[in-house]
C-alpha cells in the first residue's frame, strides 16, 4: 500500500532538520556533559519530535495544506542550514567534531561497522512494530481519513488539527 505523504498526507521536506536537531543534541549531550549516545540518542529524538509537533501545530493551526505545507518546510530546512552554520555553540560551519576514543561499545564506537548495522536493525524492527501497532489503533484510522479526505474526515467529527499533529 503506498502512503504518499506518510498516513496523514501531509508532505514534509523537512526531514533533513529533524534529524539534525536529533544528531546535534546527542552529540551535544556527549561533548559537554559525557552523557552516553546510547541515551542521547533518545533525549535527541524526543527533542526533535517535540519540535516537529511545535511547526506542526503552528502550520496546521493556521491551515497550511498541500503544496504551502512543503514550502514551509523547505524553508525551515534552509533557516536551521542557516543557524547551524553560524551559531558558534554547534560548531558553525565547521560542526562538530568527536574525538575517536577506540572501540567503546558503551559510548557507541565500535571498530568495524557490524556495531552500528546491528543498532540499525533493531531500531528499524522497533520502527515497524510500533508502526503496525499505531496503524491499527483509532488514531491510524484517523490519519488515513485526513489523507483520504480531509472534509469528509472533519465531518465524521476527527479533530484533522490533532490528527495531522
Known sequence: MEHPGGYAGQHSLGHGVFLGIGAYVSTVLFIQWRITPWLGMWVGGAVSAL?????????????????YFAL???ALAEAFVYLTSNVAF?????????????????????DGKAGYYYIILVMTILAV??????????SGYQWIAVRENEDAAEALGVDTLRAKN
Open 51 to 67: 519540535v516537529g509537533w511545535f511547526i506542526g501545530y503552528v502550520c496546521f493551526r493556521y491551515g497550511l495544506k498541500g503544496p
Open 72 to 74: 514551509v518546510t523547505i
Open 90 to 110: 554547534v560548531g558553525g560551519a565547521k560542526g562538530l567534531e568527536v574525538t575517536w576514543l577506540g572501540n567503546r561499545p558503551d559510548i557507541m564506537e565500535f
Open 129 to 138: 512494530i510500533v508502526t503496525r501497532w499505531l496503524y491499527q489503533r483509532r
